[in-house]
């Protein structure tokens, strides 16, 4: 079996790939160039394989891809050909969980706040003029009972006691119960608008579709407690982002922390008003970036991949 590998990838996950199949070509090798029309299987980090890439490839079975992410492919021309994508849930959930606590933190203490007007304003700041919200014994919402949404809700149900809502219209009801999500003590609700009034802090987890784009709006945002925290760490569009602005311009959530943006990687043209609003902390979608993580996902696409071409 041969495997080309488009991105640049991790050099122990490489070693791995050599050991499992018969030829690795690298995107830098001599060999690769014209792999379009040898390639029966691809492993992809951060390119894109559109329709028109796929009608080039016409030994292509099987897609091996670095994270979670499979919008940069097109699905629907995968499935008309039947070629298989295979990610890599679970491997970055940790981390991404991480960043997402870090960001709620970050914005209920106003830490990035604080610390500009320190460096970058030179005040010396008295704690007296400083103000901020403890995440002890909160309610939390989150949206999407998925692997990351798991760890979210572990980390702060077990670190900070916190009562857990979750929602989830594809999670089998058994997940709650004689599942994933059993070890955790937590409500199910119905729809995103039964926990919006009810929650302290809502983090959504859910993968970017028409369904689930602008699913967190002005109206919704409004509904939402004067003193909380919207978390964003999954993809950009979910949170309509000019009603994000609008809705903490006019008080209606305590502050926002962004993980996603709907351009990436987000820059000042297009995000400083929201960037000058001192109750918003944003990075460029950092969640999975440590070693551990990355590595793991590649890892994982070529366990994976390999794993599904030996049962063709």
């Not at 925290?229 to 993809?235: D, E």
């Not at 996902?297 to 070529?302: F, L, N, R």
């Amino acid at each position: 079996m041969t495997v080309y590998v488009l991105d640049p990838w991790y050099p122990k996950a490489i070693a791995r790939a050599r050991k499992l199949f018969s030829k690795v070509i690298l995107h830098t090798d001599p060999d690769f160039a014209g792999w379009q029309q040898k390639a029966r299987a691809i492993l992809v980090r951060g390119s894109s394989i559109t329709a028109f890439d796929v009608a080039k490839c016409p030994n292509l079975v099987a897609i091996g891809k670095h994270g979670v992410g499979i919008e940069k492919i097109d699905q629907a021309a995968c499935a008309e050909r039947n070629i298989k994508i295979l990610n890599t849930p679970g491997a970055n959930a940790q981390a991404v969980a991480e960043v997402v606590v870090a960001l709620a933190l970050s914005v209920a203490r106003n830490i990035p706040a604080i610390y500009t007007r320190q460096v970058a304003g030179g005040e010396a700041v008295h704690k007296q003029t400083c103000s901020g919200l403890t995440l002890h014994r909160k309610t939390v919402g989150v949206v999407g009972m998925g692997n990351i949404g798991r760890c979210v809700a572990r980390i702060l149900q077990r670190g900070f006691d916190a009562e857990i809502v979750a929602y989830d219209p594809y999670m089998p009801a058994s997940a709650s119960t004689d599942g994933p999500w059993s070890e955790i003590p937590h409500r199910r609700v119905d729809s995103v608008a039964e926990m919006l009034g009810i929650v302290d802090v809502l983090t959504v987890h859910v993968p970017l579709t028409a369904e689930t784009r602008d699913m967190i709006a002005y109206q919704e945002l409004c509904s939402m407690k004067s003193t909380a925290i919207v978390l964003n760490g999954s993809r950009g569009g979910i949170v309509n982002e000019d009603d994000l602005e609008r809705a903490l311009r006019e008080g209606k959530i305590w502050g926002a922390g962004l993980d996603a943006h709907e351009q990436e990687p987000p820059t000042r043209e297009r995000y400083g008003k929201l960037w000058e609003l001192p109750n918003v902390v944003s990075t460029p979608h950092i969640g999975a970036a440590t070693e551990d993580a990355q590595l793991a996902s590649a890892i994982g696409a070529v366990d994976n991949l390999y794993n599904y071409l030996v049962t063709l």
